[in-house]
């Protein structure tokens, strides 16, 4: 569907506009609120097994964090934010995905279905 076709058929829902899978949100009558993201920078680091790592650190003391196998075999994002922890680990040569978060009672564990389409975690 075109731009334009879309415009055309937006319908309002409170301040939500939506035409077929689109969805835009509308400004309301004090305008739109813009949060600036601090000007902190990603920092590079290779490790001495190959692996990439970025990291970011905010005054706040919350960071983030993604590292990768240079083939993209492994990969780990780790974000702590607001005292909470989460970690995603993804092993494509095991097809296995974990993941852990501070409120979760478990690490949960998944795979990449044959189709490469969903991830299905197990019970």
Do not use: C
Request: hydrophobic share 30%; aromatic share 10%; glycine share 6%.
């Amino acid at each position: 569907m075109r731009d334009n076709q879309s415009k055309n058929k937006l319908k309002t829902v409170g301040n939500i506009s939506k035409s077929g899978d689109w969805v835009r949100s509308n400004a309301t009558d004090g305008g739109s609120r813009i949060n600036k993201l601090p000007d902190i920078p990603w920092v590079l680091s290779k490790s001495e097994n190959g692996s990439v790592k970025y990291d970011y650190r905010a005054v706040s003391g919350d960071f983030a964090s993604v590292e990768f196998s240079k083939n993209l075999n492994y990969l780990q994002y780790n974000i702590n934010m607001n005292a909470y922890n989460d970690i995603v680990k993804y092993s494509k040569e095991k097809n296995l995905i974990e993941v852990t978060h501070d409120i979760f009672p478990q690490e949960y564990k998944g795979e990449v279905s044959s189709d490469g389409k969903r991830i299905v975690f197990s019970k």
